[in-house]
């Protein structure tokens, strides 16, 4: 099956800086990749996605990039503020039943 | 448009005991999943259904786990005999058309979150 794997684990950044997810997968079959945030004590909300027959997708202070010649996808926020702070969870979906669900990345964004 | 409800939100069982998580999918949606979240970990899927249906199960525990999506009603999974292990959140996502080939999204509730003493 699939296995996708998020880097980092923790992230830290100033309030104003960018942050950035990287995470890789291993079947050449997948062709969607969604992005959730969770909330402490809330459900993961999709925040974007992208398709594979696209590179780049931006929606306002967040884009994801794609490269399915190396199997990776990252998130990037630009101007970070403290509501970013969150986990934040990549994912890939192809031929399976389910979404693969990397580790998670939990940022905070310091004023 | 209500979004994935799930209840209870929290919920305290004893060894020994059962666990029943209910989750009423979004308007429009006949395609259920059920993820477990461990304490600082990932999202691990446990079953896929459709109304009536058990589609995919091989996430699922092979014992004292069980799922259900009758016609009528939410979706609910049961566990059997809980032991402190399964302490974790659990969440329901539904979509509105299967997943396979990339073609469907996938959405949240807030979570059912079980603590076994």
């Known amino acids: 099956g699939e296995n996708v794997e998020q880097h980092p684990s923790t992230l830290s950044v100033q309030e104003g800086d960018s942050a950035v997810i990287k995470c890789t997968y291993s079947?050449?079959?997948?062709?969607?990749f969604p992005w959730y945030k969770q909330e402490l004590g809330k459900g993961p909300q999709l925040i974007i996605d992208?398709?594979?027959?696209?590179g780049e997708k931006k929606d306002q202070r967040i884009a994801v990039t794609l490269n399915k010649t190396a199997k990776h996808f990252s998130l990037h926020i630009t101007e970070t503020q403290p509501e970013d702070s969150a986990v934040y969870f990549c994912?890939?979906?192809?031929?399976?039943?389910?979404?693969?669900f990397g580790t998670g990345t939990s940022l905070t964004v310091i004023p | 448009n209500a979004g994935v409800m799930q209840n209870p939100r929290h919920l305290v069982r004893r060894r020994g005991q059962e666990a029943r998580l209910r989750c009423s999918p979004m308007?429009?949606?006949?395609?259920v999943y059920w993820y477990r979240q461990l304490p600082e970990e990932g999202l691990k899927f446990m079953v896929y259904?459709?109304?009536?249906?058990?589609?995919?199960e091989s996430g699922m525990p092979k014992e004292r786990f069980s799922a259900e999506f009758p016609k009528e009603g939410p979706s609910i999974l049961r566990i059997q005999q809980v032991v402190r292990g399964d302490s974790a959140a659990y969440f329901c996502?539904?979509?509105?058309?299967?997943?396979?080939?990339?073609?469907?999204?996938?959405?949240f509730g807030e979570g059912s979150r079980l603590t076994v003493l």
């Open positions: 259904l459709q109304k009536e249906n058990i589609i995919d």
């Open positions: 079947d050449s079959a997948s062709n969607y």
């Open positions: 996502a539904s979509s509105p058309r299967t997943l396979a080939g990339g073609t469907g999204e996938l959405f």
């Open positions: 992208i398709r594979s027959n696209v």
């Open positions: 994912a890939a979906s192809g031929t399976g039943n389910q979404f693969y």
């Open positions: 308007k429009g949606h006949s395609h």
